[in-house]
């Protein structure tokens, strides 16, 4: 039996990076998956070999169960209208990956623009909760638990030089996901981040493409590699499967040893 | 499932609890399991149902692949020569969970005696202090990485009341398991620990038979229950596979959201 055997999930940015590899590793593990994102074609810069095909797409031509829904997460109206379409496809909702997020440039707080702080909070907090938040509520209606997963970023437990509005938006992501355990594990609903540092996604390319700083972060971190989508969504497999029903509340770094220093 | 085809792993406290736990589920992914305890016999104050059968005979009984090795994980020779026996069996060594532990408590921290503190140190720091150089030296002579799994506990993390020795022995191994990762992480040694909290296991037991704390602790829970040995060895076997190839330097709680709600009202 596999792992996500007949479960349901909806992703959240699941058109490129993590969202799509976690995507992918789902319906891999026999999920049926319902990819959102404002559209459904990959981010371009990414790195992914099938690059041109959008994720629900290349999942069918592997076999596997899955649908596009567009959503801007951090409209509530439209994060209802996902939770909505997924039950109308699948039937109901199991796991609600909530991964959608943004980074807009690198620079220090007092170069920041209110615009870019509104931003990136609209998406990295306000989208967060509004994926928990509905996913929570159709979990309660079922009755039977549910595993809400959310992309967090080491970024939410330390600081990043010249990321002030990321780090922001991720601390209130971190914080958000161990409030919700504590709320909804008599629910049997757990909630669980994932934490990565940079990895090889079209979200960070400026910075994987610059040789002193892909250097630099390969020389600190003591595998020695930047992270890939691949293992990103290894770990939201396992959190999302019955193996780590008692985990909850538990921000996991992806990082290569970085955060271990 | 074979997550852990042909892997060789060492155990130590295999008997019982986790360990057993652990031991079994390795094998049941496709790994050949040394099992290593001051005694092959399960303490019997477990909750296994096969409480009655070493854990290498249990292995073997399914069809997999074990050995029982005898060894004072607090004696830096006995854990040379597990690991020694281990590649006299089994060719190599992939995996070393140091697991071995022990626990006292029911005391506030005056009074403790200094054989307290000396005994969860020996056991919890030197033999896991141990069990991680004789892996560590193993891996580099192989020359082809390895992982260790360190079991911390969730008492690693923070200052649980009337366990002091046993808090300071975990804080202690947690901070080993940081050590070990940023030091071998270019070995492509990946080093992670697991920080359980209360399981039920003969460690346990007598926790788990008063009324009054199992109450308390099953409330201030956000699932609502104990831990099973179970649970611990799922994430074991996911921190022993490639699934978990890029997680290192981690203490991954598993303890039903426990440490969370040590603030609420």
């Not at chain 1, 992703?11 to 990076?17: C, E, F, H, Q």
């Not at chain 1, 070999?49 to 592997?62: C, F, G, N, V």
């Not at chain 1, 991720?170 to 914080?175: D, I, P």
């Not at chain 2, 704390?213 to 076997?237: C, H």
Request: proline letters at 2%; glycine letters at 10%.
């Amino acid at each position: 039996m596999k792992r996500l055997e007949d479960k349901v999930a909806i992703v959240t940015g699941a058109s490129s990076g993590f969202g799509r590899a976690i995507a992918k590793a789902f319906a891999q593990a026999g999920a049926k998956v319902v990819c959102s994102d404002l559209r459904p074609e990959a981010a371009e810069g990414g790195y992914e070999s099938d690059i041109s095909i959008p994720t629900d797409e290349a999942i069918r031509k592997a076999g596997g169960d899955a649908i596009f829904a567009k959503c801007d997460v951090s409209k509530v109206d439209e994060v209802k209208a996902l939770v909505e379409a997924a039950v109308k496809k699948y039937g109901k909702l199991d796991i609600m990956m909530a991964n959608a997020g943004v980074f807009t440039v690198m620079g220090k707080i007092h170069e920041k623009t209110e615009e870019q702080y509104d931003f990136t909070m609209s998406v990295n907090v306000k989208g967060v909760w509004n994926s928990d938040q509905q996913a929570i509520t159709r979990f309660l209606k079922q009755g039977n638990g549910g595993k809400v997963i959310n992309l967090v970023s080491i970024g939410g437990l330390i600081g990043l030089a010249n990321e002030p509005a990321y780090c922001a938006s991720k601390g209130a992501a971190a914080n958000l996901t161990r409030q919700l355990a504590i709320d909804y594990g008599l629910d049997g609903i757990t909630v669980n981040g994932i934490c990565p540092n940079f990895a090889a996604t079209a979200m960070c390319r400026p910075y994987y493409e610059q040789e002193e700083i892909k250097k630099y972060l390969e020389d600190v971190t003591p595998l020695g590699r930047w992270a890939t989508s691949g293992d990103v969504a290894k770990l939201a497999v396992f959190l999302a499967s019955s193996d780590a029903d008692y985990i909850t509340g538990a921000l996991i770094p992806i990082d290569g040893g970085y955060t271990a220093r | 499932m074979e997550r852990l085809k042909d892997k060789v792993a060492v155990i130590t406290g295999a008997s019982s609890g986790f360990g057993r736990a652990i031991a079994k589920a390795f094998a049941a992914e496709g790994a050949k399991v040394v099992c290593s305890d001051l005694k092959p016999d399960a303490d019997q104050k477990g909750f296994e149902t096969d409480i009655q059968i070493p854990t290498h005979e249990v292995i073997k009984e399914s069809g997999g692949e074990s050995i029982f090795v005898t060894c004072d994980v607090t004696k830096s020779k006995n854990v040379a020569a597990l690991v020694t026996a281990s590649i006299d069996k089994f060719g190599t060594l992939d995996i070393m969970v140091n697991n071995a532990g022990i626990y006292r408590g029911g005391k506030l921290f005056h009074e403790f005696a200094e054989g307290d503190l000396d005994a969860c140190f020996n056991v919890n720091v030197k033999g896991m202090f141990f069990g991680s150089q004789e892996a560590v030296k193993q891996f580099l002579k192989q020359g082809n990485g390895g992982n260790i799994i360190n079991i911390v506990s969730t008492a690693g993390l923070g200052g649980y009341p009337n366990q002091s020795v046993y808090n300071i022995s975990k804080g202690a191994a947690a901070n080993l398991t940081n050590s070990l990762a940023v030091e071998y992480g270019r070995d492509k040694i990946r080093v992670n620990g697991i920080c359980p909290t209360y399981a039920k296991s003969a460690l346990t037991r007598d926790l788990y038979n008063d009324k009054d704390f199992d109450k308390v602790f099953v409330e201030s829970i956000p699932l609502k229950r104990w831990g099973e040995v179970e649970d611990i060895a799922n994430l074991a076997v996911f921190l022993a596979s490639d699934e978990s190839s890029y997680i290192h330097g981690d203490l991954v709680k598993i303890d039903g959201g426990e440490r969370l709600s040590r603030y609420s009202v």
